[in-house]
Structure formats: structure tokens, C-alpha cells
């Protein structure tokens, strides 16, 4: 069964399908675009459940605590949070309509990860030989391990 997101994705893309050079004689089937995800409120139109209204820029509110109104809180309890995460910047990792990266991550993992950390530093380490999925060993967003360690 598709994910929300696979959902708004669908969605989102309706419509807007090329039709095949065996629908249409004259037609040239373009390459598929790259996959794209979609914040499911931005596909609905629901720009006011984030939004102070449907054609305003201005938030309800600020960092985590918008995120809040629809995501779970995964920060409750936790010992460590994430910078990004702690100092209510969601929008220096995620994308807030749409991307093309899972999870609206504005890179790739680890691509995203060296924004802040240093990539030859991190690289340098023993631990982190051959592995480039930071996310098998380390938590996202908040942690009670030090270092965000599962």
C-alpha cells in the first residue's frame, strides 16, 4: 500500500502524463522526469494548515512547533537534539513543499550531512569506514545517546 507521500506524489503528477508515440502518431515520448516528493498539505491546497492564510507566506508558527501541529513530537524525552532540530532551523535540511530527495531533504544522504559536518573529518574516522548511510547508526532528529547514537 503507498505511503502518504507516494500518495501526494500521484497526486501531484495527474495529469500530466506524456501520451506514448503508440497513443499519438506525431507524439516523441519524453524521458521520465525525476521522481519528485510532495508535502502532502502543499498537493491538497491546504497552504492555511501551515500558512496564515491560503495566499499568505507568513507561518502559524515557528520551526519544530509547525511541524508539530501534524507530525509526532520526537524530540519529548529525548537527551540530545539535533542543531538543526534544537534551534528550530527544520528548513536547513528539509524542503517544505516538495523535493527530490526522500523525506523533502534539500540533498542526499550523506551529501546533507557534510552541509555542517566535515566530510574529511567524519571520513577520517575508523568507525565510519566504508558506510556513507549515516542514518543506520545515527538518529535523525533527537537522540538519548550521545553523538544522536541509536
Known sequence: MPDENQKATDKALKGNR??????????IE???????FFHPPFVEQMC?????????????????ELC?????????????????????????CHEPHQSVNERLLKKTVPAIC??????????????HEGRDKCFECHEVHASNREKLLK
Request: charged share 30%.
Open 18 to 27: 506524456v501520451p506514448t508515440a503508440d497513443q499519438s502518431p506525431t507524439s
Open 30 to 36: 519524453k524521458p521520465p522526469a525525476p521522481k519528485a
Open 48 to 64: 492555511d494548515s501551515c500558512h496564515d492564510s491560503k495566499f499568505s507566506q507568513k507561518l502559524l508558527y515557528k520551526g519544530k
Open 68 to 92: 508539530f501541529t501534524c507530525h509526532d513530537d520526537f524530540t519529548k524525552g529525548k537527551k540530545v537534539l539535533h542543531y538543526p532540530v534544537e534551534s528550530d532551523e527544520c528548513l536547513e
Open 114 to 127: 557534510y552541509t555542517c559536518h566535515d566530510e574529511k573529518e567524519i571520513r577520517g574516522l575508523p568507525q
